[in-house]
């Protein structure tokens, strides 16, 4: 399955970059398309190489890109439009007076008055698009802004492009994008680092500037397991002297807008979540800048969930009728109950007592107060970067995560699984039909489809001493 992925990103990723290339060729002049006619022809010629599925996927995504190019100049193009609406408001009162036509050709005239009055509004709206343009590839931007610009290492174009746009030194990422796409071999000479930019700077003086490799600040590796929680990432965070535990949660669940990210609308929120972030923080081993702000480090860290997820778990996801939240929320389980080879027959365990109504029964979320049982509402929620106390925890939340008696998946995830437990999730054990595991002392899961089974499976466990 990883090969098939593997094979069709890379499609997807070849025939996104052919829609690129044929909406760059229609802004070309008639001289540049002229120079150009060879690359051009072996666009085409590709283009229609392609298998019918593939021509519709890559019409839909040149279809995306002339939109956002549409969208983005029309936003300044309103003057020019205003201009246009007043001409056809001439026209129109030219025309609706008592001399303008003949009472025998209403609907000739009528036609041709709006014929003129769509063409005036359509030149309006080029002219606007292209003095966009214009002012936008050569720095006429408007207020003046200069900003530091961190560049990941590993960012792609349109990543960059996004984060300058984020960073308000240029309006569109889409343009800046398919600008440094027509320089021959310019995308692959931006570097990463921090950059002094600023808005007036025109897209060949950005460029100039993100070639040169000039950041030599101090790293510091860090490496956050499967399955930790989200107060667990800030502990880490702090102990390796970047932030502290306080900053890098208020950031990661209050006061940072990650909303360049797809998964970040995708999230819903529960009304009793306790850790917005929970879930989405993705494990890995990330290089930070010492002295970096926190925000661009939990951005880090949010940027690699959001390419974690894929086209194709998405899709999985509308097929399950399933939301990224719910997902993320049964992964979290899977990961803290099995997160090895295990994983999917948990996860079928889990999907058929959601399917049955049947409790979840899961000891990683139950309230339970009782230490050293790798319980989320007494380890995170109870703990001192939570409410501080057993009885503090809200009712309503403790409610909204046990799993013993709330029906459904808990009000949020419960750690930060990784792509094996989200996987797992997505794609479950097939024809696995059991509603009951239980583990033992050496590693091994028991399985049943009864209660009956379930607790003589446990039984024996206790009796040979190896229930955990």
């Given amino acids: 399955m990883a090969e098939n992925k593997e094979n069709r990103a890379e499609k997807e990723a070849y025939v996104r970059q052919l829609a690129a290339l044929s909406a760059q060729t229609y802004r070309m002049t008639e001289e540049q398309k002229q120079l150009n ?46 201009a246009a609406k007043q001409a056809y408001e001439t026209l129109e009162e030219e025309f609706d007076s008592e001399d303008s036509y003949e009472p025998d050709e209403p609907k000739k005239k009528r036609g041709l008055r709006v014929a003129v009055a769509a063409l005036l509004l359509i030149v309006g709206i080029v002219f606007g698009g292209w003095l966009w343009c214009h002012n936008e590839i050569n720095g006429n931007r408007g207020d003046v802004v200069t900003q530091s610009v961190t560049i990941e290492k590993g960012s792609g174009l349109m990543t960059i492009g996004k984060r300058l746009k984020q960073a308000d030194i240029i309006r569109s990422s889409y343009a800046f994008s398919f600008y440094v796409r027509g320089k021959d071999g310019a995308a692959n000479t931006l570097q990463y680092g921090t950059f002094e930019l600023a808005s007036d700077m025109s897209y060949d003086e950005i460029i100039t500037v993100l070639q040169q490799a000039t950041d030599e600040r101090e790293t510091v590796r860090v490496t956050f397991p499967e399955g930790k929680t989200a107060i667990q990432y800030a502990q880490i965070m702090e102990q390796a002297g970047l932030c502290t535990a306080e900053e890098f949660l208020e950031v990661a669940n209050e006061t940072g807008d990650f909303s360049q990210f797809k998964f970040w609308s995708q999230r819903g929120e529960h009304p009793n979540t306790f850790m917005r972030a929970e879930g989405y923080l993705f494990p890995d081993t990330y290089e930070f800048f010492v002295g970096d702000s926190v925000y661009n480090m939990v951005a880090k860290i949010y940027g690699e969930f959001d390419r974690k997820i894929t086209d194709e778990m998405y899709q999985r996801m509308d097929e399950l ?14 990961q803290e109950e099995a997160g090895n080879e295990y994983s999917k027959q948990v996860s079928a365990v889990f999907h058929n007592r959601l399917r049955k109504g049947i409790t979840l029964g ?22 001192s970067y939570g409410f501080g106390s057993w009885d503090a925890i809200p009712p309503e939340m403790r409610a909204a995560y046990d799993t013993y008696t709330h029906q459904g998946l808990p009000a949020g995830p419960v750690s930060n699984p990784g792509t094996l437990a989200i996987e797992a999730a997505l794609w479950p054990e097939e024809n696995c039909n059991y509603l009951f595991f239980q583990t033992d002392t050496k590693g091994n899961y028991h399985f049943a489809n009864t209660n009956a089974e379930h607790e003589a499976i446990t039984a024996q466990l206790e009796k040979e001493g190896i229930r955990p």
């Fill in 37 to 82: 006619a060879e690359k051009i022809a072996e666009l085409k010629k590709r283009v229609a190489s392609l298998p019918d599925a593939w021509k519709q996927f890559y019409q839909e995504e040149l279809k995306k890109i002339v939109e956002q190019e549409a969208a983005d100049s029309a936003k300044t193009a309103k003057s020019a439009a205003k």
């Fill in 321 to 334: 009728e399933m939301t990224l939240a719910d997902v993320i929320t049964l992964a979290s389980l899977v």
């Fill in 362 to 383: 899961s000891n990683v979320a139950w309230d339970k107060e009782k230490a050293d049982d790798n319980n989320y509402i007494y380890d995170s929620m109870a703990g």
